[in-house]
């Protein structure tokens, strides 16, 4: 019944590994996002995909790479982790573009 | 940029009233907002396109000047399920990609 589900729910791993996050909605949206935030609650925009086409490409490092396979799912792909990673990453989907966002519950990661 | 919140936190007791102030120094197409409570997603409680319209969920209303670029959150009788976090996130009038700028958000507690 879950309408956007992400994950893990939560990651922990060590600096310099490799993870990735899943997210799928199942709300029959086109809109998929990716959002970051941080420990002083700041919440940022990193992607955002519409009908499987990359629309946000917001400036962050390259070691993160989005992928959609489809309109339902959007998966985040983290390379060389580092410290200040650390983070709760959402996943966030909509209408179209424009329209409310449903977020995900977080995916928490902490990077030792 | 990102819009800036007054005040960045609140204590109320059941019952009474709360309104938050969302800033931004760019022509908007719209806001959100968000409430967020501690460990859980963030939860859209309305949208305010541009004209000025203001928008009512419950005792939950908000309002959009276009012209000065603010939107106001309104909380009436407050109730303790009211507590939370709330963020506005502003969508340039520019962009068409539905990306959103969020505020620092706002911290409201509400006490029995």
């Known amino acids: 019944d879950t309408a956007v589900s992400q994950t893990p729910k939560y990651l922990v791993t060590q600096m310099g590994n490799d993870k990735s996050i899943k997210c799928e909605q199942n709300l029959g949206h086109d809109t998929m996002y990716w959002y970051k935030q941080d420990s002083k609650k700041f919440l940022k925009i990193m992607f955002s995909y519409n009908n499987k086409e990359l629309i946000i490409n917001e400036t962050v490092p390259n070691r993160f790479s989005p992928k959609s396979p489809d309109k339902a799912h959007l998966n985040l792909h983290i390379n060389s982790l580092e410290l200040g990673d650390s983070a709760v990453y959402f996943c966030?989907?909509?209408?179209?573009?424009?329209?409310?966002?449903?977020f995900g519950d977080g995916t928490r990661l902490s990077i030792l | 940029q990102q819009p800036v919140q007054s005040p960045q936190a609140v204590i109320l007791r059941e019952g009474e009233d709360a309104v938050i102030n969302c800033s931004s120094s760019?022509?908007?197409?719209?806001v959100h907002w968000y409430r967020q409570k501690h460990g859980e997603a963030p939860v859209f409680l309305m949208i305010l396109l541009k004209g000025g319209e203001q928008k009512g969920h419950e005792k939950i209303s908000a309002s959009f000047n276009e012209k000065k670029q603010q939107s106001s959150l309104y909380l009436t009788a407050s109730q303790l399920s009211y507590s939370g976090t709330y963020f506005c996130g502003t969508e340039p009038g520019s962009s068409n990609t539905g990306k959103l700028i969020f505020g620092q958000g706002t911290t409201l507690q509400v006490k029995p």
């Open positions: 760019k022509a908007l197409y719209s």
């Open positions: 966030a989907s909509s209408r179209g573009v424009r329209q409310p966002q449903h």
